[in-house]
């Protein structure tokens, strides 16, 4: 993927995402780790842009040590963004995009697991969260862009790669998710994964029996998944 085409993706991820609710009017970012050989750094999305009207042109271009070079002035959470990419590239090598949404279903759920104290989002529900998502660490409140949040979040992904089970995903209680993956298509397809999922939990009438051990001994088996 180069430049050309992170920028094009990136716009194509953002108003897909604007036009089907995943996001809302300026909420959100989206960010590529550019490879060495198109001279390395982010790109990112512009502070107090809609992500439904990007501009390929217009979008935040840093080097790598986060310090803008073009674009639009670049969204606050670059700070947080690195150190993610920083962090999951230990496990994830290939890991090239982040998005941040405030998807409803998620946040609605934050707010009741951070009422219970509950150290993950989601339990494991349906095989395809397990597969496609997997964990997803409640990150505990601090207003937006604390730079705190980039150091918990950056431990936090330490800690779960440490145990073989690293992670795609963190929560951000009350603000939203982010997940990351290896192109901006694949971390959109997980972060849909975890919004329909947080949909399910909060439509149940009821708690709902996650998938047993055994159960998901036979994900690990049949599909690797790392849970």
Known sequence: MNESQAREDICRVGRSLFERGYVHATAGNISVRLNDSEGG????????ACLGYLE??????????????????????????????????????N???????????????????????????????????VMKVG?????????????????????????YGQTDTP???????????NVWHDTPAAAMATLEELEETARL???????SEPLTELQINELRQTFGARW
């Open 201 to 207: 939990m909060c439509q149940m009438s009821a708690n």
């Open 167 to 177: 992670i795609r995903a963190v929560m951000l209680s009350r603000l939203g998710p």
């Open 41 to 48: 750094g982010f790109l990112i999305t512009p502070t107090d």
């Open 95 to 129: 890991t090239r995009c982040i998005i941040h949404t405030h998807s409803t279903h998620c946040v609605a759920l934050s707010l009741r697991s951070a009422v219970h104290n509950e150290a993950e989002l989601l339990p494991a529900l349906t095989p395809y969260f």
């Open 135 to 159: 964990h997803v660490p409640l990150i505990r409140y601090h207003r937006p862009g604390d730079p705190a949040v980039a150091e918990l979040v950056a431990d936090t992904i330490a800690r």
């Open 56 to 93: 390929p042109a217009r979008l935040a271009r840093l080097d790598a040590q986060s310090q803008q070079i073009s674009g639009d002035k670049a969204s606050k959470t670059i700070a947080l963004h690195a150190r993610i990419y920083g962090a999951a590239g230990h496990f994830y090598p």
